[in-house]
């Protein structure tokens, strides 16, 4: 059957995406939930154990708590409370630690470290999958059980201040409110005294049960100065003197009889030594847990804090509430709040607990009879109804008391080993789908890579032998084979699989369209590689499919990407991937350096013997390129050319050497000094103004040349904004500017550069579109690509911080003089040249500061020129200045690409048409699956599945390096 190329593309392209979707569902684990259709209810609590009698339905303890406020404060670390600098930082509340009447930890809160998982966690006590990284930008209203529900349906009055997270997470829950954005960073003083100012009058108001504060200003500080700034210690200062106001105006309202308050100090994150969070880091996750209650036992003494999981909270809110436990949370009490509670009220809250991770732990896993935990809390049960038989019966002995200690003693190592097998459900994967989606991915590649020529040829018509795959016996008997493998899976398998829950009809087309795709495959090898003509000794490249020759470069190139591929097996590897590509890069130079030796030197020395014999076949084994053209090296080329291609690849080895020291990156080194912080400095302020000009200076000079005049304008004008906006927020001084000038916003300056950005855009598409609609001017096409370039350019100069400027530099100094003494003079291909873009692109994504980790994203360019958050432009902003080196080396290619067709048109016939589409394919999926997987494989340290995702991600790597071979031998051919 044949098709059209662009058919064929548009039709491997779906497939495509279909197939590592199917992988990604299988990869991310899905969140332990309940089956339980509604939330719980009081109604729904289980009976007191009694052995030997009518149980007690209706008996439930009483609340501990009258009053509970929480006090959020966000990225608040661990150290800050407990480390040797909290007397410094906070002096009230570390003495309160130390000898007042409260219960200090260690809450653990788990990965993803942003704030509306971490929300969701100490409201529902679940632990957030992934997505909830990217949910976090739109917070959408929280659906699933949670102690906010329980709370305002058992009639309990809250008020709320702070984060407008919240407020999307619970709407209509709070008796009174007020949000403030989270994400406007460049706002670390309005964003809390917006919450304060409501404090005094809501103290003294007894129309509240539950007061939830959610303070912003700490970690603002933190994303824009970190961890170590000088604003860190005012802002705890001001939370200290906040939570002292609380706990007086508490102490004030005590009355005797009454039941006690409850004072909740937390963080929902820490702060990475970047002063960021999202990651696994022990500043990230550990946070202060600090209750606070006349109901405690006052401290005579600095004690170290116990560690607790942040889902711990979630129960002993509830049960200090008198409210059910959420359905789907994961914590278990902690048991020091239970301490002056009678013993039966300890055991109940504890049956309570165990109850409901019970339950949960039977919804979630098939074989939850054999879980240890669950055993545990059988026996348990069981001696807490014979406990409860004899305390019934009025006993009183001290065996009583031992035994009722025994049975809690149960009951806890039941809750943490029930506790600790949900959470490892986070770790499980659909190894199934991961299977099913890497075959289907893999069948799809080879096809596409073996149609190839067929595709991009002067037909453009892909003849695939449809018909006949489906009337052989293979196709049925892979059918039949494939079938019974499913049937078998889904009868067999201990946990539910995603395939498996789908309808009979999808998976027999799945079965079908699987094994047809096997059988195309084999048909059209056997096109290719026709057994008959190997054994007459013919060539099969004389049915069209052009020459397959690697050059040494064409190993280097394929061999260092696979390499890569492999070396992400490791966690030590993914943590410390920018030591791969730096690497990988330095040896490209050389090698590069050693085709341009052998270009103007060992070629110059055989040329006359090329014009003696005349053959093309040794010139041809000369030359560094499959693609290269016979040139001898002529006597009228200057010596310059040749002087400036020897020193491109030692002037990029000593740039990346540079940009490698500007900023740590990574794990293991990441809090090492670099010449980023020398550069930030105070003191050395003028040093990094200076260096900003000029690097400002040659961003012009490099960028202008193909810019026509009125762009060239724009951009000096908008570089000329980028200092004057760098210099209004205290980064860089004007010569007439001192240093003790207070730093503003810079918006006015930010959105004067954004002005001209948008000019110089506009000036580049409309050049871009006359070329394609009103007049095929290859110069006028030219022109309009590289003025969006330089609009693109100018808008990362700006959203880059200042010593991050090199930085861009050297990224554009590279580009020029590769492109005009390397890629140009040694005549690379479309192959080789689309895989050394890439290489540069992930090298320069770790020069600017990124890793694997989230933590390291600076989420505060995504206000530069704002005065509130609006999403669409910070979500925007953020993710360009994050993935601006790959982005800026993308946009290169397809530039310099362009200019060069101009220059060398290639006949493609009709192919010319799915040309984008075909190199999408594997491209496509290649974004998609590795940026979202490597940054959850660095999150959560979870390694089991490395074998199917190493696969998958060789398998789209390879696909990339061999469609654009594939489509080089095509257009040499045609």
Not at 109 to 117: G, I
Not at 474 to 482: A, E
Not at 633 to 642: A, D, L, N, R, T
Request: with cysteine.
């Amino acid at each position: 059957m044949k098709v059209r190329s662009s058919v064929f593309a548009t039709f491997i392209l779906i497939c495509e995406v279909v197939g590592v979707a199917l992988f990604l569902r299988g990869f991310f684990p899905v969140p332990v939930k309940s089956s339980l259709p509604s939330k719980s209810k009081l109604s729904d609590l289980p009976a007191e154990p009694l052995t030997g009698g009518t149980p007690n339905s209706t008996r439930l303890p009483k609340p501990l708590f009258k009053r509970v406020v929480i006090m959020l404060v966000d990225a608040l670390r661990e150290d800050f409370v407990f480390g040797p600098s909290g007397r410094m930082y906070m002096p009230y509340t570390r003495h309160l630690v130390e000898r007042g009447s409260s219960n200090s930890y260690v809450a653990k809160a788990r990965p993803p470290t942003v704030t509306m998982p971490r929300i969701k966690a100490i409201t529902t006590g679940s632990i957030p999958g992934f997505i909830d990284v990217v949910m976090n930008l739109n917070s959408p209203a929280l659906l699933e059980d949670n102690l906010i529900w329980q709370a305002k349906t058992a009639g309990k009055r809250i008020i709320f201040y702070g984060d407008d997270t919240w407020v999307r997470l619970f709407p209509k829950h709070f008796m009174e409110h007020d949000g403030t954005t989270s994400f406007f960073v460049s706002d670390y003083t309005e964003v809390d005294n917006n919450v304060t100012r409501h404090l005094d009058s809501t103290l003294k108001r007894d129309d509240w049960d539950v007061l939830i504060l959610h303070y912003l200003g700490l970690d603002h500080i933190g994303h824009i100065t970190g961890p170590h700034s000088s604003l860190i210690q005012p802002k705890l200062l001001e939370m200290d003197d906040i939570l002292k106001k609380i706990h007086s105006a508490l102490i004030l309202k005590e009355s005797d009889g009454s039941l006690p308050y409850l004072l909740v100090l937390c963080g929902d994150h820490g702060m990475s030594e970047t002063g960021s969070h999202g990651g696994s880091s022990e500043p990230e996750v550990n946070t202060p847990l600090v209750l606070i209650s006349p109901a405690f036992k006052r401290k005579v003494g600095m004690e170290r804090p116990a560690v607790v999981e942040q889902v711990d909270l979630t129960p002993t809110l509830a049960l200090g509430l008198g409210l059910p436990i959420s359905q789907n949370s994961v914590g278990r009490v902690i048991p020091d709040v239970l301490e002056e509670a009678s013993l039966r009220d300890q055991l109940r809250f504890l049956h309570l607990n165990g109850h409901q991770l019970s339950r949960l732990l039977r919804d979630s896993t098939p074989s939850y009879q054999k879980d240890a935990g669950f055993e545990q809390f059988r026996v348990a049960e069981k001696a807490h109804g014979s406990w409860m038989k004899l305390y019934l019966e009025g006993n009183t002995s001290e065996v009583l008391t031992n035994m009722g200690k025994k049975v809690l003693k149960q009951y806890l190592e039941a809750l943490a080993a029930m506790s600790s097998a949900l959470s490892r459900q986070l770790g499980k994967y659909d190894m199934y789908s991961m299977v099913a989606g890497m075959v289907f991915v893999f069948q799809l590649l080879l096809v596409l890579v073996l149609a190839m020529p067929e595709a991009l040829s002067a037909e453009a018509v892909v003849d695939l032998p449809v018909l006949s795959a489906l009337l052989s016996l293979p196709f049925y008997l892979l059918c039949l084979l494939l079938a019974s493998v499913h049937v078998l899976v889904c009868t067999s398998a201990e946990s539910t699989c995603y395939f498996c829950s789908l309808s009979w009809a999808l998976v027999f087309a799945a079965v079908a369209f699987s094994s047809a795709m096997f059988c195309i495959l084999i048909s059209l090898a056997a096109r290719r590689l026709p057994l008959g003509l190997r054994l007459h000794g013919k060539s099969p490249s004389s049915l069209g499919g052009g020459e397959w020759w690697l050059s040494e470069l064409d190993v280097l190139l394929l061999a260092g990407t696979i390499a890569h591929t492999l070396s992400l097996a490791s966690s030590s590897f993914v943590e410390e991937e920018h030591q791969i590509w730096y690497f990988l890069l330095n040896t490209l130079c050389l090698a590069v350096f050693q085709d341009v030796c052998r270009k103007y030197f060992r070629e110059r020395r055989v040329s006359g013997d090329y014009d003696l014999s005349g053959g093309e076949e040794e010139e041809d084994s000369l030359l560094p390129s499959k693609d290269s053209r016979p040139s001898a090296y002529h006597k009228g080329e200057g010596h310059s050319q040749k002087w400036l291609a020897l020193a491109t690849p030692i002037f990029t080895l000593v740039c990346c050497r540079l940009l490698r020291s500007l900023n740590q990156t990574g794990v293991q080194w990441a809090h090492l000094p670099d010449v980023g912080h020398w550069l930030n400095s105070s003191e050395h302020r003028t040093v990094l103004s200076l260096l900003a000009a000029f690097c400002l200076l040659l961003i012009y000079l490099l960028v202008q040349r193909r810019c026509s005049w009125v762009s060239k304008i724009a951009l000096a004008l908008g570089l000329l904004g980028v200092y004057s906006y760098r210099a209004a927020v205290g980064n860089v001084l004007f010569p007439w500017q001192h240093s003790s000038r207070t730093a503003s916003k810079g918006t006015v300056e930010a959105r004067f550069v954004y002005v001209f950005v948008l000019g110089i855009l506009f000036s580049g598409s409309k050049d871009l579109l006359r070329s394609q609609i009103i007049t095929a001017d290859a110069k006028l096409k030219s022109r309009g690509l590289w003025e969006i370039y330089s609009g693109l350019v100018l808008l990362v100069s700006l959203l880059f911080r200042a010593h991050n400027l090199p930085v861009l530099c050297c990224c554009l100094l590279i580009q020029t003089f590769m492109a005009q003494f390397i890629w140009k003079k040694l005549h690379y291909d479309a192959a080789q040249t689309t895989i050394m873009h890439y290489w540069f692109g992930q090298a320069f994504f770790f020069f600017q500061g990124n890793s694997n980790n989230i933590a390291t994203v600076d989420i505060s360019v995504g206000f530069i020129g704002l005065e509130s958050y609006v999403e669409a432009p910070a979500v925007f902003l953020t993710a360009l200045s994050t993935y601006a080196g790959p982005l800026l080396w993308a946009c290169h290619l397809v530039c310099y690409l362009s200019s060069e067709g101009d220059r060398r048109p290639v006949a493609v016939g009709h192919g010319c048409y799915c040309l984008a589409l075909l190199r999408s394919v594997p491209a496509a999926a290649y974004i998609v699956l590795v940026t979202a997987l490597r940054y959850h494989l660095f999150i959560w340290s979870v390694f089991s599945p490395k074998l199917l995702y190493e696969s998958m991600h060789l398998l789209l790597t390879a696909g990339i390096c061999l469609v654009f071979i594939a489509m080089e031998q095509s257009r040499s051919k045609s």
